[in-house]
Structure formats: structure tokens, C-alpha cells
């Protein structure tokens, strides 16, 4: 079992910036490949980012592509999502997740932190 904790979410404005971080606990943190997906009211959970276990590889979301960031410090067993450009639509809760690889299918994550939210305002 992996326990994931999420924080760093808050309020914003529209261009503003939050770096969201998630710590895990529970088995060898290096281990595992780390995503961020996010789901806003009324709409189903979407891919953000995703990142190695060794950090080598970044996957992203067209929707993120030259804003988000994700990065790893295997030493902290945290995972990171630097937000800059912050727009209305970014608004939602945002889970981060462990799985066997960097990849986009949610379904293909094994465990998942309880979320924090984040909201733009324009």
C-alpha cells in the first residue's frame, strides 16, 4: 500500500502561479512512476502530467504543454506540479498517483492521494 497526500492548492488569479506537491509513504517511493490528473465539477478526471520513476522521462497533457512542470525529489518522496499561467479553466481538484509507468490512462495508476483544490479567478 502507497498513502499519497497532496497540498499546495489554493486560490489564484488568472496568470498567477501554485506548485502543488505530493508526499508518499508506504513502499520505496523511487520505485513508482507519478502522475498528476485533475477533475473539475461535472466533468470526468483528465490526464495532466507524469514523470518516471527516475525522473528521465515527462509525459504532458496538450492542455499544460509550456506551463506545468512536473519534477521528483526521491529523496523527500515527493512529486511536484509547478503551475505557472494559471487560467480559469485550470480550475479543480488535482489527485496525484502512483503506478508501474509514466503514462496517460488514469485506469493504469495503482494508488491515489484525496485530492486538493485549486481555483482561478479571471
Known amino acids: 500500500q502507497v498513502t499519497l497526500v497532496e497540498s499546495g492548492g489554493g486560490s489564484a488569479q488568472a496568470g498567477d502561479s501554485l506548485r502543488l506537491s505530493c508526499a508518499a509513504s508506504?513502499?520505496?517511493?523511487?520505485?513508482?512512476?507519478m502522475g498528476w490528473f485533475r477533475q473539475a465539477p461535472g466533468k470526468e478526471r483528465e490526464f495532466a502530467a507524469a514523470i518516471s520513476s527516475s525522473g528521465g522521462i515527462t509525459v504532458y497533457a496538450d492542455y499544460v504543454k509550456g506551463r506545468f512542470t512536473i519534477s521528483r525529489d526521491n529523496v523527500k518522496n515527493t512529486v511536484y506540479l509547478q503551475m505557472n499561467s494559471l487560467k480559469p479553466e485550470d480550475t479543480a481538484v488535482y489527485y496525484c498517483?502512483?503506478?508501474?509507468?509514466?503514462?496517460?490512462?488514469?485506469?493504469?495508476?495503482?494508488?491515489w492521494g484525496q485530492g486538493t483544490q485549486v481555483t482561478v479567478s479571471s
Open positions: 498517483a502512483s503506478g508501474l509507468a509514466a503514462v496517460r490512462t488514469a485506469g493504469s495508476y495503482l494508488y
Open positions: 508506504g513502499r520505496t517511493f523511487s520505485n513508482y512512476a
